[in-house]
T-cell receptor
Framework: QQPVQSPQAVILREGEDAVINCSSSKALYSVHWYRQKHGEAPVFLMILLKGGEQKGHDKISASFNEKKQQSSLYLTASQLSYSGTYFC?????????????FGQGTRLTINP | GAGVSQSPRYKVAKRGQDVALRCDPISGHVSLFWYQQALGQGPEFLTYFQNEAQLDKSGLPSDRFFAERPEGSVSTLKIQRTQQEDSAVYLCASMGFPEAFFGQGTRLTVV
């Protein structure tokens, strides 16, 4: 079952912050975050494996609430290069392997 | 190879034609996924493999879609009697740890 992302689209000025949310109705093993630019393949940003874990690099971080089956991606002091569509992927273990399904995406536009 | 390779990159098929899309995963990756991505949408799960075993094919839209990975490496997604609604980008991903690596996709246009 697909995770649900919100909002569907965000428009920011350079330097502003954004939060993208992802929720699932299923018990999760992991949450993956990807960014896709137009005409390109999705690129991995980070994975969260434990409840309540928070990860980040540079000005992009994420949290994962395992009990609520929710994750949030935080982009601070956004840069023009952050523009693109962000997808969360939720992983669940089936027959010993991790099945990965993606949300519908959040389109992020950063204006100068 | 260094990454996931998909071929062809672009395919134009006449309605009713059969097509075969190929995915070469990263060497050693046991999990392989196929997704269908329509314009402006997220990747929709089609099916996935662990080695040669197809663990879940619940996302395949119809019995015209068939995927295989006979030796646990290269995978082929076959679409029989293509229809216009099959037009999309088909993405393949292989999973290492921790992340899944995507190929560039095959853009299928059915005319």
């Amino acid at each position: 079952q697909q995770p649900v992302q919100s909002p569907q689209a965000v428009i920011l000025r350079e330097g502003e912050d954004a939060v993208i949310n992802c929720s699932s109705s299923k018990a999760l093993y992991s949450v993956h975050w990807y960014r896709q630019k137009h005409g390109e393949a999705p690129v991995f940003l980070m994975i969260l494996l434990k409840g309540g874990e928070q990860k980040g690099h540079d000005k992009i971080s994420a949290s994962f609430n395992e009990k609520k089956q929710q994750s949030s991606l935080y982009l601070t002091a956004s840069q023009l290069s952050y523009s693109g569509t962000y997808f969360c992927g939720t992983g669940s273990i089936i027959q010993g392997a991790q099945k990965l399904v993606f949300g519908q995406g959040t389109r992020l536009t950063i204006n100068p | 190879g260094a990454g996931v390779s998909q071929s062809p990159r672009y395919k134009v098929a006449k309605r009713g034609q059969d097509v075969a899309l190929r995915c070469d995963p990263i060497s050693g990756h046991v999990s392989l996924f196929w997704y269908q991505q329509a314009l402006g949408q997220g990747p929709e799960f089609l099916t996935y493999f662990q080695n040669e075993a197809q663990l879940d094919k619940s996302g395949l839209p119809s019995d015209r879609f068939f995927a295989e990975r006979p030796e646990g490496s290269v995978s082929t997604l076959k679409i029989q009697r293509t229809q216009q609604e099959d037009s999309a980008v088909y993405l393949c991903a292989s999973m290492g740890f921790p992340e899944a690596f995507f190929g560039q996709g095959t853009r299928l246009t059915v005319v």
